[in-house]
T-cell receptor, first 116, second 113 residues
């Protein structure tokens, strides 16, 4: 089944304790992206990656890091989480060329993060 | 960059009635406009999209219309059903390949049985 998976789905942590949220897709997509979703603010892009070893900042990158060492994986790293990073996080992927629906962006199921 | 706005933020409709959500965008170079549906506890999922070379597209009970002159596009849901209750996001981008999607803030649609 074509899908984007994220782990963990739920995480409660404390301020300053480094954490990583993993994201993996099995569709051989070039483009991958991380969003955070907050009430009243919609989906805001954190970082995105056009392909392996190519990453760039989105709209709200402060406090986050990413890496893209393999095409299928795009982990989100919070080196020193703070309470204002409490949010619902989504990973997404899509192709960047090809047929009629290649712009379709596929989202993972989300990771709900609480930073105390 | 692109700025996408959605109205209204919450919409309640009686089952069987129609629902319309409107989005406006700022970048006149945008030419791809998808709509995503997010059900409770899930990630957003594409339900319909439209490109700037057409003015309307339909898929069963849902349709999207685009007015490039006024820079707005709308989602129309006819004969609403309880399973249409969800958050709907519109988005816009300059087109294909590497261009980023700019999302609106989302609309909560509630279908009242």
């Amino acid at each position: 089944e074509a899908q984007v998976t994220q782990n963990p789905r739920y995480l409660i942590t404390v301020t300053g304790k480094k954490l990583t949220v993993t994201c993996s897709q099995n569709m051989n997509h070039e483009y991958m992206s991380w969003y955070r979703q907050d009430p009243g603010l919609g989906l805001r892009q954190i970082y995105y990656s056009m392909n392996v070893e190519v990453t760039d900042k989105g709209d709200v990158p402060e406090g986050y890091k990413v890496s893209r060492k393999e095409k299928r994986n795009f982990p989100l790293i919070l080196e020193s989480p703070s309470p204002n990073q409490t949010s619902l996080y989504f990973c997404a992927s899509r192709r960047t060329s090809g047929g009629a629906r290649y712009n379709e962006q596929f989202f993972g199921p989300g990771t709900r993060l609480t930073v105390l | 960059g692109e700025n996408v706005e959605q109205h209204p933020s919450t919409l309640s409709v009686q089952e069987g009635d129609s629902a319309v959500i409107k989005c406006t965008y700022s970048d006149s170079a945008s030419n791809y406009f998808p709509w995503y549906k997010q059900e409770l506890g899930k990630g957003p999922q594409l339900i319909i999209d439209i490109r700037s070379n057409v003015g309307e597209k339909k898929d069963q009970r849902i349709a999207v219309t685009l007015n490039k002159t006024a820079k707005h596009f709308s989602l129309h849901i006819t004969e609403t059903q309880p399973e249409d209750s969800a958050v709907y996001f519109c988005a816009a981008s300059r087109g294909y390949g590497n261009n980023r999607l700019a999302f609106g803030k989302g609309n909560q649609v509630v279908v009242i049985p």
